[in-house]
């Protein structure tokens, strides 16, 4: 997190072209294509039964597409096992939160040191010089991003004890603790209040600020075009819109979408 | 990073406490062999459990993975040693070259039952391991014919015993006016290999890659999510459990000096489950508490079922080892009904397995 | 070809009995994904039970014809196991059924042990022999007087199970009781939500698997003669390996991996020596050429290697189609 923050550049972090992935006779993703700059927060969003989360798990390995191709930091991305995709620098969390829910907090994110981290079998069991300051530094690793997060007090309670939205933010944590390039949030707003939301949009803008680029899968459209620099808008597996918070809002095939008329796009706060 | 044991709290009293404890481990064949020679085999023997299952530990309790066929490992291990030692083949080699090599060859097996098969859910797994411990089995009864490789069921006999130099672990020796008879020197050897397993397990699970095991027990899917290599790691622990299980057969067929197709029936793999699974998956001093209760309850049932059935009806109505597997299957069902995370359950598998009723 | 047909038969009666015992799994395993390890016991127990009734009958010298006395011997075992089957039920599953997985399969182990020593003391540590009450008559299945044969015992082996499977499959797809087992399969929240008593249904199902099995236990006890505590574990796991390979949870696969199974058993025992035979191979080598010409079978694998291919098909099966031949995707639960 100490890197310098960069600005948004022009070139593409991550690219995808012509993505497409059926199941069975439902055409979930067709020829999606986008690119999210190093450095910004790329929002996207789509009414449910979109393609959102297909576009998620096909980024992340756990689908192959059917066609297309996904370039990640200058390098293509395909095929690739999703333990694959976070050792290039793609991290994730998981819509509905998948923690190591009877580990404590901090062996959560302990536990996401792992890919960047060397020791083997012979290095556990000898605990040598180099493993045992390997060892060190992922603890201190772990404690320090769960201080970045917010949930330091609550690093040794098991992860299923912590409030809602501490184990969302746990789960960054853990996503962030595998040094990523880009961090690929799905939903991570979902079921949290006004105020937790906001102090979420803070944290997002700090990981951001602090050179990772963020991905962000979110139903809160005053979260979304609050924090998000572009937009990429998925309609029955479709691209329809993709640009800057404020195009995309105005855009008539949006909110007909959205609506399911032409209706205009009701976004009090969105600024 | 955790101690081996938190000697903060009161300093003193715990060394005096390991110390006790190591003293009284020192004396015991002494004072077993007062009670009858005897029991300083089984306790050996039973040392060997503690082995297996700290071994299937790795596989069951670390990983979650169940291995039924866990017993192949002990075989394939035994089998080397027998025949890298013994006049069968005329081959003799020296234990410390023999133990690696079965380690290496159950090993293999490991990998090579794993590699297919690790993929497979919890239970069908359970049913692959099983089908391939007995395959083993049947192997070994049978590789007789054509080329006499195993010597089928009548087994493989005078094998060597552990030798180092001239200095034999079957014979007797005198030191300092006391009787070393051939067990006692070989608990002494085990208890050395004891304290480095125990060890060797302890650091695991508190290591990069006994966490690695946790997350992929606790959910497959994150863990992959994080960079885990999951087939990797359950492939090692596999692997592990299996060499752990090699080297324990190999001391086996030392100690023994006969082996056959008869010491590695099913139902030794699942003894050795059971143990694990009373001690309480994933804890080692529960699995190793498990593996020393069910190692003596034959003997412990031996000096009390048959007395106590002559008393009462003037003759064994049943005899002790079928009380014995009587017990071991209520003990397993009862366990898994009202104490599943065992006798002494590691926290963290505790609430995996209660959490979820 | 004579060899091949009289193995073809011999196959067939064996994959009937593999049938039976696998609908006892796979109609467990359909209804709550748990594989019942002690089926095979309770198999084992229904061999038991009839051979004490027909040997009491042969006994008392009992006026019957020898079918029947074998049927009384079925008709006393099939409530015995129905009992065995809706006991392990009640006690050592039902209270696991949102356990993680490990933990019935460990009980079910238990089980299984248990009921294994408890038929050890009732009955015999060693093997008892099944009263051929039955004159087993052989007949020509070709023109051929040398040719294969089949038995009456095989003729009614192979009849009873394709009358319990046609019994089996009728129940389960034309009466109400299959209708509730078929919602309970499918969704046992939303089945409780229509009105279905789910912890009877699958109590049901258990009782049902309890009284097949009883039957293919007398079915093996008769047709070979032998019943012993232990058999039912190398039983139970063949007909395991059936179910699988024909697709668990699948009526018609357990059928069809059962008699496949059978088949592929008694093919591989009955061919597997003259495949493996090495002195095909004496002009390789001379010792061998000795060895061979003095009259000795140098065989690498002989029949004695029949219990290992169940086995290596259920390895195979499970590695490269999990989902059996007739199966569905099997959707991961845990």
Known sequence: MSAPAPAATREPLLAGRGISKRFGGVQALSEVSFEIRAGEIYGLIGPNGAGKTSLFNVLTGIYTPDAGTFTFDGRPLNALKPNEVAQRGIARTFQNIRLFANLPALENVMIGRHVRTRAGVFGAMLRDRRTREEERAIERRAFELLEYVGVASRANDLARHLAYGDQRRLEIARALATDPKLLALDEPAAGMNATETDSLKALLERIRRDGTTILLIEHDMKLVMNVCDRVLVLDYGKKIAEGTAEVVQKDPAVISAYLGGDVALNLKGAA | ???????????????????????????????????????????????????????????????GLLDLGYIAFYAVGAYAYALLASPHFGIHLPFWVILPIGAAIACLFGVLLGA????????????????????????????????????????????DPLRIGTFSFRDTDTFAGLAFTGPVKYYYFLLVVLLAIIVINLRLQDSRIGRAWEAIREDEVAARAMGINTRNMKLLAFAMGASFGGIAGGMFSAM??????????????????????????????????????????????????????????GRMLVEPEVIRMLLFGFALVLMMLFRPAGLLPSATRKRELEVRR | MDIFLQQIINGLTLGSVYAIVALGYTMVYGIIQLINFAHGEVVMIGAMVAYSVIVALVGAGAPLPPLAIVLCGALAAIPVCMAVGFTLERVAYRPLRRAPRLAPLITAIGLSIILQHLAMIVWSRNPLPYPQVIQSVSYHVTGNPNGATITNVQIAIICMSVLLMAGLTTLVYRTKLGIAMRATAQNQQVAGLMGIDINKVIALTFVIAGGLGSVAGVMVGTYYGIAHYQMGFLLGLKAFSAAVLGGIGNLAGAMLGGLLLGIIEALGAGYVGDITDLCRFASWSDALAARCASGEHVVLFGSNYQDVFAFIVLIVVLVFRPSG??????????
Do not use: C
């Open chain 2, 1 to 63: 990073m955790r101690a081996l044991v938190d000697t903060k709290g009161h300093p003193v009293l715990v060394w005096v406490g390991l110390a006790l404890v190591g003293l009284a481990l020192v004396a015991l064949p002494f004072a077993l062999a007062g009670i009858g020679t005897a029991w300083v085999r089984i306790t050996n023997l039973a040392i060997l459990f503690v082995f297996l299952a700290l071994g299937l530990n790795i596989v069951v309790g670390f990983a």
């Open chain 2, 116 to 159: 297919p098969t690790l993929k497979l859910r919890g239970d069908y797994l359970a049913i692959v391991t099983l089908g391939f411990g007995e395959i083993v089995r049947i192997f070994l009864n049978n590789l007789s014919q054509p080329v006499n490789i195993t010597n089928g069921p009548q087994g493989v006999t005078l094998i």
């Open chain 2, 256 to 313: 023994q000096g006969f082996i056959s197709p008869e010491s590695f029936i099913l139902i030794e793999s699942i003894m050795v489950l059971a143990m694990v699974v009373l001690g309480g998956m994933g804890n080692v001093w529960g699995v190793i508490v498990g593996a020393l209760l069910l190692s003596f309850a034959p003997e412990v049932l031996r000096y009390t079922v048959e007395p106590a059935q002559q008393a009462l009806f």
């Open chain 3, 325 to 334: 031949l007739l199966g569905e995707r099997v959707s991961d639960r845990a």
